[in-house]
């Protein structure tokens, strides 16, 4: 089955724990703290695979978290960093911030890209020992992963893409000019996904080639199956349009011609504007008349190139390769996405702000991520412990807050999911 899309939630190691911890060692009196550092938290990794041409792993397993990284332990030793975690997609996906469907980055080659950092490891209590502070009982704890939901869409990575109405020949022109083996038969919609071929036109010469599912009148709003695969159109450097030039299902070429097009407006004005070529199919059967109106209408009305071919009897399509070459040279290369998506950084304006709220009558609740995260590493038994603890509350102002809002002896204080009763 093909799928281009898929919404999947994915997050970045913890990072280790610092460790508090003090040097034994006979003869070696006092030997100090030396708790070594937290490892790094595993990053999520995001890499292209040239073996993969569908999304459909995603469709079953939709989560993905990668390792947290070692605490840290004594002897000054620190935690090991955790493996990246590395999810394989095919070539030419497009990873957006699933919330603001910003683009985050685009796997267009085998080169793998970060998309979540794992959290940085905490520092030991031999960082925090001091002349007045001899004896640390306390550490950071290690920095939380990032963690988001992503959508990853597919769009095939291809210099030419072969567009028009069902069973006008597409399958059986790339089949022919191409290695690709796309299914060929005699109604509308055979070919229910995207086929991609390498065309040679010399010894070191080639360009890839999609054949689009065909698309129909109001496939940009979702009509038939073209909806679902417009967005592969969108690499493309040049359209090949075939059109049915004998009219043989009643069609009248012109008409679709243009409803094509009409199509292509509608799902991305820029995407109307690329270069096409005007392939009128199925010559062998159609009069001459229809073949020399078609080409008036396409070359002196619309200044586009006119080729009439045949791809069952091969009339015409041993050129094409070459001209389709030719053209490709005088082109820009194909559309890589840019990222967009900026890391929102709640703290980049104050890494220590805080907030400090009155419950009741008899509670305030401080809000502050740093201060939680020196709780978590602090033993609040231990006395030079809550000492420093304490220095940090009244060096940041929260003390300054509470008395401002007006706290009394023996009021609860709540940090997180830590209560304290506050003292003069």
């Not at 698309?215 to 417009?230: R, S, T, W």
């Not at 043989?248 to 991305?268: A, H, M, Q, T």
């Not at 002196?300 to 015409?316: C, D, I, N, W, Y």
């Not at 201060?371 to 038994?381: C, H, N, P, Q, Y």
Request: glycine share 10%; charged share 25%.
């Amino acid at each position: 089955m093909f799928i281009d899309t898929a919404k999947i939630s994915i997050k970045a190691g913890k990072g280790g724990d610092g460790a508090v911890a003090f040097h034994r060692e006979k003869y070696v009196a006092a030997g100090g703290p030396d708790g070594g550092d937290g490892g790094r938290g595993g990053n999520i990794v995001f890499q292209g695979d040239s073996n993969l041409s569908t999304l459909m792993d995603f469709r079953y397993k939709r989560k993905y978290a990668a390792q947290p990284g070692e605490n840290g332990r004594g002897s000054n030793c620190s935690g090991k960093n955790a493996p990246d975690l590395v999810i394989k997609v095919p070539i030419g996906t497009v990873i957006r911030d699933a919330e603001t469907n910003l683009v985050i980055a685009d796997i267009s080659t085998s080169e793998p890209v970060v998309v979540a950092k794992g959290g940085k490891g905490g520092w030991g209590n031999a960082h925090f020992a001091t002349p007045t502070r001899q004896i640390p009982k306390f550490a950071k704890p290690g920095y939380p992963g990032e963690e988001m939901e992503v959508r990853l869409e597919l769009k095939l990575i291809a210099d030419v893409g072969f567009i028009g109405f069902p069973n006008v020949g597409k399958s059986t022109m790339i089949s022919v000019i191409s290695a690709a083996k796309p299914k060929i038969a005699n109604y509308h919609f055979t070919t229910l996904s995207p086929v991609l071929g390498v065309v040679k036109v010399g010894p070191e010469a080639s360009f890839v080639a999609a054949d689009i599912p065909g698309l129909i009148e109001g496939a940009a709003e979702g009509v038939g199956l073209g909806h679902a695969f417009l967005r592969h159109v969108d690499r493309c450097r040049l359209l090949l349009h075939v059109v049915d030039v004998s009219g043989c299902e009643g069609r009248d070429p012109v008409e679709d011609f243009e409803k094509i097009n009409e199509e292509l407006e509608r799902f991305s004005p820029e995407l109307a504007t690329r270069p096409q070529i005007v392939l009128a199919n199925k010559c062998d059967i159609a009069t001459p008349e229809q073949v020399e109106a078609f080409r008036r209408y396409i070359e002196e009305e619309k200044h586009l190139t006119f080729l009439p071919v045949s791809a069952a009897t091969r009339q015409g399509i041993d050129g094409l390769p070459g001209l389709v070459y030719e053209r490709l040279k005088e082109l820009p290369p194909v559309t890589i996405y840019e990222p967009e998506y900026v890391k929102p950084d709640p703290n980049a304006a104050n890494p220590r702000a805080f907030t400090v709220s009155r419950v009741d009558d008899t509670t305030f609740e401080v809000e502050a991520p740093w201060l939680e995260r020196i709780l978590e590493g602090s033993d609040v038994d231990d006395y030079e412990s809550l000492q420093y603890f304490q220095r940090q509350l009244a060096d940041e102002g929260v003390l300054d807050e509470l008395i401002r809002q007006g706290v009394q002896e023996n009021d609860t204080i709540r940090i997180g999911e830590f209560e304290f009763d506050y003292v003069f």
